[in-house]
């Protein structure tokens, strides 16, 4: 035996093709790890992309409100009451629905998210909504969401060549003066930002005075959550009071346990584990099992079974850090897919990288502890 060469390492470098195999299975199961965790991360981040951009620090909504796609109306006055604590600056209402968009080139109408909200202050910290706020002062019309889905119709492209771009909002005519960039969810494929009159003028039957949001501003200086204390107490409990992070904790925490996409996504990730450990068990099962001869002999000669022990766990220790490379690189390749064909933001991150990377060692760990117990069979009375 080469003293400079680990034990482990010319273990499983002697039969290739079975390392292959291997490095294959453990490649498969991560990529299937990275892509059930990127895809649940990205549920999570992009239905809170526009809670995140909201430029104020308590929002009132609803207390019957569950997410953005099952929001409750209520009284604005409800809202305005909170000018009357003194570190109170300003406070906005803001009007959103679900409605219908004609693609002005097929005439098929979509789901569309649009918000209304008074034209006088930014309110959103996105691409391309300062700038446009002056023009949604006029009558029937909309921002539109760059990063809309293609079935809305190439609007984008059209509006930068200069090009006249109407559509049918909700059966209403509907002239598109600006674009901003929010992106898709999955919650809404497409969005729109317009007036709050001009919101009323769309839905139509909505009672002006009956919003969906409330935003608050604090002044300069004022504690966020003793503010939301004491709005807590001063404003009726039909209406909930929530800082901006708990606002975007509250739409997070319906994803994750009040419908079964965050459930799925996290039973595949474990489905990922348990398939890469059935993987190297097998793969190290049946190293040991070729190799028990050889054990044996070690044995004999006077190394101990702990010894054996830390040749195992060094080879599954190996295909771990082996098998994480391709399955990584490739996970990048599937993540720039995903994010072509779904708009949905699926990036890797540095936490996610490193989170796989542990599964994988526990995962490879728990296998090789498992097959080593195939190693107290290894008798040298056996062998000799």
Request: aromatic share 12%.
């Amino acid at each position: 035996m080469n003293k400079k060469i680990p034990l482990s390492w010319l273990q499983l470098t002697r039969e290739r093709t079975r390392l292959a195999v291997a490095l294959a299975g453990i490649a498969f199961a991560d990529i299937l790890m990275f892509m059930q965790l990127g895809f649940r991360d990205a549920l999570y981040y992009s239905n809170v992309r526009f809670h995140s951009s909201l430029q104020g620090d308590i929002v009132l909504i609803n207390s019957q409100s569950s997410a953005v796609l099952a929001m409750r109306s209520f009284s604005q006055r409800r809202l305005y009451k909170a000018l009357e604590l003194p570190t109170v600056e300003s406070v906005h209402p803001i009007y959103l629905d679900y409605t219908t968009w004609k693609n002005p080139i097929t005439g098929r109408p979509r789901s569309i998210l649009i918000f209304g909200m008074n034209p006088e202050t930014n309110l959103l910290n996105l691409p391309g909504v300062q700038e446009n706020l002056e023009k949604l002062k006029l009558p029937d019309v909309v921002l539109f969401d760059r990063s809309s889905r293609v079935e809305y119709g190439p609007i984008a492209a059209d509006f930068d060549q200069g090009k006249t771009v109407t559509a049918e909002v909700r059966r209403r005519r509907t002239r598109v003066v600006g674009l901003f960039t929010l992106g898709a969810s999955f919650g809404a494929d497409g969005n729109l930002i317009t007036s709050d009159v001009n919101f009323l003028r769309i839905f139509n039957t909505r009672q002006k005075g009956l919003i969906d949001i409330g935003l608050i501003k604090l002044k300069p200086g004022a504690n966020v959550n003793a503010v939301a204390e004491d709005l807590k107490k001063y404003i009726p409990k039909e209406i909930n009071v929530l800082t901006k992070q708990e606002f975007i904790d509250f739409e997070r925490n319906y994803w994750a346990s009040s419908t079964a996409i965050g459930f799925i996504f996290t039973l595949g990730t474990i489905m990922g584990f348990i398939v890469g450990t059935v993987i190297v068990y097998q793969i190290l099962y049946t190293e040991v099992s070729d190799h028990l001869a050889e054990y044996a002999t070690l044995k004999a000669i006077g190394y101990t079974h702990n010894y054996l022990l830390k040749v195992i766990l060094q080879e599954a220790f190996l295909l771990a850090v082996l098998g994480y490379f391709p399955g990584i690189f490739f996970s990048l390749f599937m993540y720039q897919s995903a994010r072509e064909a779904t708009l949905l933001p699926v990036f890797m991150s540095f936490d996610r990288a490193t989170t796989v990377l542990i599964l994988t060692i526990i995962m490879c760990f728990v296998s090789g502890a498992i097959a080593v117990r195939k190693l107290r069979s290894a008798d040298p009375a056996d062998i000799f």
